[in-house]
């Protein structure tokens, strides 16, 4: 990164929930929800600050009405099983809440170029009854010890309903290969504001530990990030492997004019420096409804560690 790069500044304008991949043959790819919830676009560099004006190709669009036809959210690119996937979330216009996650699978090598064709919903296991049932979204996906994990907020509940994190493992890009399991729930008051969520999952591995981070409250200035830790050699699939830390990692800073931070990604700069890519407001007062209003901007952190754990500081 250029020395005089702002970190904690918008980086990419109106672009919520960015995800950036970096590629084995090193570039990055780019990808977050427009503000019109239409569309899935994509931009490739070769570095991260390269990224900011970079073409923007939309490689999916939105279907007319049914499935897909409505609040296109969320989506992020993966290379795993020797394949390009988008995971993402999307309504139908007959009913926009009706959220469920789906999954696009590129027809070649290059996701910039090659066509992309719609795998459909994510299909659960066979003896789960329950996932994506309900209001479903924020996949993401990583592995460990040879496995591929899938990670997704779902809502269960009456009235408002809560937001938990689950999480199973896969078996193929589009294909689940255990029943679901309760990672996080929101216990505590920084996760209950406006609703009670837990959403936005992402995922770091490092030191013999994984950390998966999230977000949590609604989607205003009281959006922060909190953490779970593993150890990577734990059964990932047993609630009990993971801890939850009491307090959130990120949270808003009117020193630095950064409010809601969250639902992020990980990725590395041309330097081998860990960043922190997440979306945030610039301002407190938001007109009309904070879903709909587009000022959250992609935002770059450099983090460090502490204690062998990740250590987010706006400085």
Known sequence: ??????????????????????????????????????????????????????????????????????????????????????????????????????????????????????????????SDEFSFEAFSLDATVFENNGDWYYIWAEKVGVGKQISNLYIARMENGYTLATDQVLLTTPDYDWERHGFWVNEGPAVIKRNGKIFMTYSASDTGINYCMGMLTADEDSDLLDPLSWHKSRQPVLASSAEHVVYGPGHNSFTVDEEGNDILVYHARTETEIIGDPLYNPNRHAMLMKFGWKDGRPDFNYD
């Open 1 to 126: 990164m250029d020395k005089n790069f702002e970190y904690n500044k918008p980086w990419i304008l109106q672009r919520a929930d960015p995800y950036v991949y970096r590629h084995t043959d090193g570039k990055y790819y780019f990808t977050a929800s427009v503000p019109e919830y239409d569309k899935i676009v994509l931009r490739c560099g070769e570095t991260l600050e390269g990224l900011k004006d970079a073409k923007e190709v939309e490689v999916w669009h939105k279907h007319e009405s049914g499935p897909m036809s409505k609040h296109i959210w969320a989506p992020e690119i993966h290379f795993l099983f020797g394949k390009w996937y988008i995971y993402y979330a999307g309504g139908e216009v007959e009913d926009i809440w009706k959220i469920r996650p789906y999954v696009l699978e590129c027809q070649g090598p290059d996701p910039m170029v090659d066509p992309w064709i719609e795998k459909g919903k994510m299909t659960r296991a066979k």
